[in-house]
């Protein structure tokens, strides 16, 4: 692995050689669905975008709906009708996301992961009811199974 330095950005650009799959014969336990978002155009509740104690309190509720469970959470907002960026920790993974209300623009994150259950159709009921609250014209939407 070798670091390309890049004159423009604080953070080194990594490049290896080495191949994505793995080599490893030891099972595997813990499954995993990450569900990654680019929410564009979003239409739905402006206070979502900007009231950071409000986003909070709907990702939680949101969370709690979906059957899971929450350890934890962190929001915070940028100012008077500026963006958010939040987290919820959860017992199964996380939940983060980051909003540019100035760009209707949403990023969403969803990880889920169990030793012993399979937790995605938890995680894709909480992507769901975050994806239907922004309300996105134009939703990117990325599917990874991890483990």
Same mark, same amino acid.
């Given at each position: 692995?070798?670091? /390309?330095p890049h004159t423009d950005s604080p953070?080194?650009? !990594?490049?290896?050689?080495?191949?994505?799959?793995? $080599?490893?014969? !030891?099972?595997?336990?813990?499954?995993?669905?990450? /569900?990654?978002?680019?929410?564009?155009?979003?239409r739905g509740d402006a206070a979502l975008?900007?009231? +950071?104690?409000?986003? $909070?309190? #709907?990702?939680?509720?949101?969370?709690?709906? +979906?059957?899971l469970t929450t350890v934890g959470s962190? #929001?915070?907002? #940028?100012?008077?009708? %500026?963006?958010?960026?939040?987290?919820?920790?959860?017992? %199964?993974?996380? /939940?983060?996301?980051?909003?540019?209300?100035?760009?209707?623009?949403?990023?969403?994150? !969803?990880?889920?992961?169990?030793?012993?259950?399979?937790?995605?159709?938890?995680? %894709?009921?909480? #992507?769901? +009811? /975050?994806?239907?609250?922004?309300?996105?014209?134009?939703?990117?939407?990325?599917? !990874?199974?991890?483990?």
């Amino acid at each position: 692995m070798r670091v /390309l330095p890049h004159t423009d950005s604080p953070v080194p650009i !990594v490049s290896s050689r080495a191949s994505l799959q793995s $080599e490893r014969t !030891v099972p595997r336990h813990a499954p995993g669905l990450h /569900l990654i978002g680019d929410l564009y155009g979003c239409r739905g509740d402006a206070a979502l975008m900007t009231d +950071a104690a409000r986003l $909070e309190a #709907f990702c939680k509720q949101a969370v709690a709906d +979906a059957g899971l469970t929450t350890v934890g959470s962190l #929001f915070h907002s #940028f100012g008077e009708g %500026e963006g958010v960026t939040g987290a919820v920790v959860l017992a %199964e993974s996380h /939940l983060a996301l980051h909003t540019w209300p100035e760009d209707d623009y949403v990023t969403l994150d !969803v990880y889920v992961c169990s030793y012993s259950c399979d937790n995605s159709a938890k995680a %894709e009921a909480l #992507f769901a +009811a /975050l994806q239907q609250a922004f309300q996105p014209t134009d939703p990117h939407l990325h599917r !990874v199974v991890r483990a």
